[in-house]
């Protein structure tokens, strides 16, 4: 197995393994707390509303969202950990049918390893800061993965006109 | 039947399995789930107008039994498809695996006997709830959903130290390419297809996703500040708070179809990769195996492209995005059916 197809495939398996453990931690400690939240400030925004009190409605609606917000990010970070680690393993098995040179392809490899596992720390990361930085380290993750997922494409596009 | 042969028949299975549930869930229960939220959010908007607190409350119980009920399905949907991937993954790693083929079998029912597990349990929380449940917040559904998991993760994780002990025992284990024309054009047009889901995805990161959690907020604020306009009125005017309900309605709706388009372009994509591997080992004439990749393929870009335009097209648009799902899934079959044969003539996985 070449040295980019390791990197691919190894990497790939433990970032399932590390997407699959934040999920099941997240469902054992985490999920069923935040939906409760998320149902009960969302119905108390109403019935504040139906009592008048549109300040408390306003503060109800508020909690609400930032849980929300916080829940979305999670459920997206545990699928797209996995989903991404998945395309990693699918790709270190494909990866000799890349038609480039193996010098490109480990940089390759380890652009997808890098992006996959940013893109959604990032994400993450904004739980627990909304500024600018976890949404640049996001950025930054996927803009990995798109390019390094274009040259693969070429690649790819390249070996099948080649054979 | 080998554990390879296994995790292929049973991946692929699940594949077929989840995509049928996810057909007969768009079909039947999504849409209608869908109606029925902002028919009792429009509910809630009377309670409101007329102080009916208790109403109010109970209203958005019964909100939360239907998000509960159409999260449970989404996810079982997801889960069933997405094990069955990873099994047909851990198949085309088991020539790299260096554990005997006994225990790689073991793994392989014990993976299996997990992707069965916890989506069953996932469709079933809805149902279940909380009866006899030892704990206050978590029901047996997910505590079952959760063992699923964690015998997922225990296959795994054997089957990745097994991969750690490979060593010189690859170079052995190492397979030629199949370079045929169905496994060439599922490689390229999966790697296309996943290409493509990522560009939507960033596009709509970017553009709409913080516009849509903002206006959300701000739709029920704006959904609560109508109502109570009307508390003191003898005859309350609702046409403002039932016109937030339907814009809410329609934020919320066009969030679902990006999301869902995102995700299922980016799947098929990954599928189509997988199966490109799958080729070799379907036992059917060429042009058949040609059929069932074309059809896929158009299949996989049809149920996208036709959810992403159900906001503009209506219900046509949504009865030509399953109609694309069916083609998927009859492609599948096909193919399922080429490696059942392949490995009924003895030639093995």
């Known amino acids: 197995m070449s040295g980019s197809r390791k990197v691919l495939v190894v990497s790939g398996v433990v970032i399932a393994i590390w997407g699959m453990s934040f999920g099941l931690y997240y469902a054992l400690f985490a999920e069923h707390q935040a939906l409760d939240k998320i149902g009960a400030s969302l119905a108390m925004g ?118 | 039947m080998t554990s390879r042969t296994f995790l292929i028949v049973s991946g692929i299975s699940l594949i077929v399995v989840g995509m049928i549930f996810g057909d007969v869930f768009a079909v039947f229960v999504l849409h209608q789930n869908a109606n029925r939220i902002g028919e009792t959010l429009t509910a809630v908007t009377d309670a409101i107008a007329s102080k009916d607190s208790v109403a109010a409350n109970s209203l958005f119980s019964k909100i ?121 054009v599922l490689l390229s047009g999966g790697t296309f297809l996943i290409l493509a889901g990522f560009l939507h995805g960033a596009y709509y990161a970017v553009f ?19 109502s109570v306009a009307q508390q ?45 591997f799958v080729q070799k080992y379907v036992f059917l004439a060429e042009a058949w195996k040609k059929r069932w990749v074309v059809l896929l393929l158009i299949g996989s870009v049809v149920l996208p492209a036709f959810v992403l335009l159900e906001l503009s097209l209506g219900l046509v648009a949504g009865g030509i995005a399953d109609a694309g799902g069916l083609m998927v899934i009859i492609a599948l079959v096909g193919m399922l059916v080429g490696v059942l044969r392949n490995n009924r003539r003895g030639a093995g996985v």
């Open chain 1, 46 to 163: 109403f019935t504040h509303g139906a009592n008048g009190d549109l300040i408390e409605a306003g503060a109800s609606l508020q909690e609400y969202a930032d849980t929300q917000f916080d829940y979305v990010r999670s459920v997206d970070v545990h699928s797209h950990w996995i989903g991404l680690a998945m395309l990693l393993i699918v790709f270190g098995l494909a990866f000799d049918r890349v038609s480039l040179t193996e010098r490109v392809k480990l940089l390759l490899a380890w652009s997808l390893v890098v992006g996959s596992v940013t893109f959604p720390l990032g994400v993450i990361l904004q739980t627990l800061d909304r500024g600018i930085i976890p949404q640049a380290v996001a950025a930054l993750g996927a803009s990995l993965v798109i390019i390094a997922l274009a040259a693969v494409a070429l690649g790819f596009a390249r070996s099948e006109r080649g054979s």
């Open chain 2, 64 to 184: 939360g039994g239907l998000l509960e009920n159409r999260g449970t399905k989404v996810d079982t949907h997801v889960h069933v498809i997405d094990f069955g991937y990873l099994a047909l993954l851990l198949a085309f790693l088991q020539p790299h695996i260096a554990i005997g083929e006994r225990a790689r079998k073991r793994l392989a029912v014990l993976f299996i006997a997990g992707a069965v597990i916890l989506p069953v349990s996932v469709f079933a929380i809805h149902y279940v709830g909380l009866s006899y449940s030892p704990f206050e917040a978590i029901g047996w559904a997910s505590i079952f959903a959760d063992l699923g998991g964690l015998l997922v993760i225990v296959a795994v994780v054997g089957f990745l130290i097994g991969l750690c002990r490979v060593g010189g025992a690859s170079k052995t284990n190492e397979e030629t390419p199949d370079r045929s024309w169905a496994s060439r």
């Open chain 2, 208 to 226: 709409n996703l913080q516009a849509h959690e903002s206006q959300y907020q701000v739709a029920l604020e704006t959904m609560i500040n109508a």
């Open chain 2, 232 to 276: 003191n009125k003898p005859t309350p005017d609702m046409k403002d708070p039932y016109s937030v309900v339907e814009g809410y309605g329609l934020i919320q709706a066009e969030k679902a179809v990006n999301i869902a388009a995102h995700s299922h372009i980016i799947e098929f994509g990954l599928l189509a990769i997988l199966l490109a």
